[in-house]
């Protein structure tokens, strides 16, 4: 049974309009943290990243042994504060979203919501990733179908921080019986965005590189809100739909 990526994106577009300020908002805040560290590891590392381009190993190798255990130390706290904090931030984004496809508006503040249950969400996290790691160790595509069998885990922990990491994931994992084909056409419907986002930025260096940079940013900020409105769609869709006939073959099996 595959649903219509379409209608997912048209509930998305509906619920984001006249509210894709908060949105942006949620959407950046979200990942910030992850933006942060990638900012910090890309300065640090720039000029042995060079090296490395150019093929000049032995003097990224130098280039990285001279890195100073200060910005190695950054590195790592910065790390592990985006480990433990992203998760909750991610379901309270989630939250935001799922409110905003039933038309209520909690506000950016709702971002937070979720920070109580900060080690919950991160052992979520942790089991999913531990999970879909081991269906990797077989071939790429039992990974992929393991991705997309947990993908609503985090949805239903957002809407419901009591229930425990197993059974959110037990909770996907019915959901998701005969509808992890919809959900990835519905990201691969993504696909050529990010493509028509770098031949923008191309047009743009005219302008300047600066305005290339930042339009770019906001371009990307705006997908991904767009894409997270989209996804949480086909969550409030399919969760409230049991749909007992819906099957579809696996490969891998849904064990797991």
């Known amino acids: 049974m595959i649903l219509p990526s379409f209608e997912f994106k048209a509930r998305a577009r509906a619920a984001l309009k006249g509210n894709w300020q908060s949105a942006l908002v949620v959407v950046f805040f979200s990942g910030a943290l992850l933006t942060l560290l990638d900012v910090v590891r890309s300065i640090v590392l720039f000029r042995a990243a060079q090296y490395l381009y150019l093929g000049l190993y032995e003097s990224y190798v130098q280039e990285v042994l001279s890195i100073p255990d200060s910005a190695w130390a950054l590195q790592a706290a910065l790390a592990l504060v985006t480990l433990v904090f992203t998760p909750a931030l991610t379901l309270g984004a989630n939250r935001y979203f799922i409110h905003r496809l039933h038309g209520e508006d909690l506000g950016v503040g709702c971002l937070l919501s979720r920070m109580r249950w900060l080690g919950r969400a991160l052992w979520l996290y942790v089991l999913m990733g531990v999970k879909v790691f081991l ?10 179908i393991a991705a997309l069998r947990y993908s609503m885990a985090p949805y239903y922990m957002a809407e419901d921080p009591a229930l425990s990491a197993g059974e959110a994931i037990q909770k996907s994992k019915e959901t998701m019986d005969g509808l992890k084909a919809s959900f990835f056409l519905l990201q691969l419907s993504f ?10 930025q191309m047009v ?12 770019g940013l906001f371009m990307q900020l ?3 809100t767009y894409r997270t409105a989209a996804s949480t769609a086909f969550y409030v869709t399919v969760s409230r739909d049991p749909r007992p006939e819906a099957q579809e073959p696996s490969v891998g099996g849904d064990e797991g």
């Open 135 to 144: 269906w990797s160790l077989l071939l790429i595509v039992p990974g992929v």
């Open 204 to 215: 743009l260096e005219s302008l300047g590189t600066v305005v290339a940079l930042v339009a």
């Open 222 to 224: 705006a997908l991904s």
């Open 191 to 200: 696909l050529l965005w990010p493509l028509a986002i770098n031949a923008a």
